[in-house]
C-alpha cells in the first residue's frame, strides 16, 4: 500500500529564515505526490504537486518542493518564511493500488514562524 | 463559483442519533469524496465516488453510508452516531477523465461534529 510520512510534529523558524517541512514516501511505482495546507477552521488548499519532470516543483505562496527518488523524499520549502506561513502542512500520495482513486495523508505538520 | 459547500458547519448529536451531512460542488468534477480529521492521524477517507450512481468504501466506512444521485451532490449519512464518530469532516472533490491521477482535490470547508 501506498504511504507517506512526515516525521514532524511541528516546526518552528523564525521569520525570514529558510523553512523545510519534510515527508518521505513509499509506492509501489512512480509516486504521484501533492502538498497541502491548512490554515485554522479552514479546509485543506492545495500547494503543490509532482507528476513527472523536474525534480523541483514550484508551487503557490512561493513555496516549492524537491523530489528525490533515491531518498523517496518530497521536501516542502521557502526560502523566507512568514508568520502567515503558520499553519498546518499535509503531505499525501495517491494509492495506485486503487487506480489512483484514492489520496493517502501523512499525519501533518504544524509550521509555526516566530516575528 | 462557491467551489465545495458543506453544511452544517457545526453539529452536535447524542448517540444513537443520525444525520446527514451535506456536501455539493458547482465545478462540474466527477470524483467526490469523504475524509474526516483526527487529531494526530492526517485524513482519512470515509467513502468516495467517481461519478454520478458510483461510490466506493474508504478506509474507515463503518457507520457511514453515502449516495451520489447528480454531479453536484454527495451527502453522508450517519445511520446511529456514536461517541468514536467526533470528528471534523472534510468533503472534497476534483476533475475526472484522462489522467484524473494528476489532479489536486479542492476541500470544503469541513463540519465540525461533537457525538455526546
Known amino acids: 500500500a501506498q504511504s507517506v510520512a512526515q516525521p514532524e510534529d511541528q516546526v518552528n523558524v523564525a521569520e525570514g529564515n529558510p523553512l523545510t517541512v519534510k515527508c518521505t514516501y513509499s509506492?509501489?511505482?512512480?509516486?504521484?505526490l501533492f502538498w497541502y495546507v491548512q490554515y485554522p477552521n479552514r479546509g485543506l488548499q492545495f500547494l503543490l504537486k509532482y507528476i513527472t519532470g523536474d525534480n523541483l516543483v514550484k508551487g503557490s505562496y512561493g513555496f516549492e518542493a524537491e523530489f528525490n527518488k533515491s531518498q523517496t523524499s518530497f521536501h516542502l520549502k521557502k526560502p523566507s518564511a512568514l508568520v502567515s506561513d503558520s499553519a498546518l502542512y499535509f503531505c499525501a500520495v495517491r494509492d495506485m493500488d486503487t487506480g489512483f482513486q484514492k489520496l493517502v495523508f501523512g499525519t501533518g505538520t504544524r509550521l509555526l514562524v516566530s516575528p | 463559483n462557491a467551489g465545495v459547500t458543506q453544511t452544517p458547519k457545526f453539529q452536535v448529536l447524542k448517540t444513537g442519533q443520525s444525520m446527514t451531512l451535506q456536501c455539493a460542488q458547482d465545478m462540474n468534477h466527477e470524483y467526490m469524496s469523504w475524509y474526516r480529521q483526527d487529531p494526530g492521524m492526517g485524513l482519512r477517507l470515509i467513502h468516495y465516488?467517481?461519478?454520478?450512481?458510483?461510490?466506493d468504501q474508504g478506509e474507515v466506512p463503518n457507520g457511514y453510508n453515502v449516495s451520489r444521485s447528480t454531479t453536484e451532490d454527495f451527502p453522508l449519512r450517519l445511520l446511529s452516531a456514536a461517541p468514536s464518530q467526533t470528528s471534523v469532516y472534510f468533503c472534497a472533490s476534483s476533475y475526472g477523465g484522462q489522467g484524473y491521477g494528476y489532479n489536486e482535490q479542492f476541500f470544503g470547508p469541513g463540519t465540525r461534529l461533537t457525538v455526546l
Open positions: 465516488s467517481v461519478g454520478a450512481g458510483i461510490t
Open positions: 509506492v509501489s511505482g512512480n509516486p504521484y
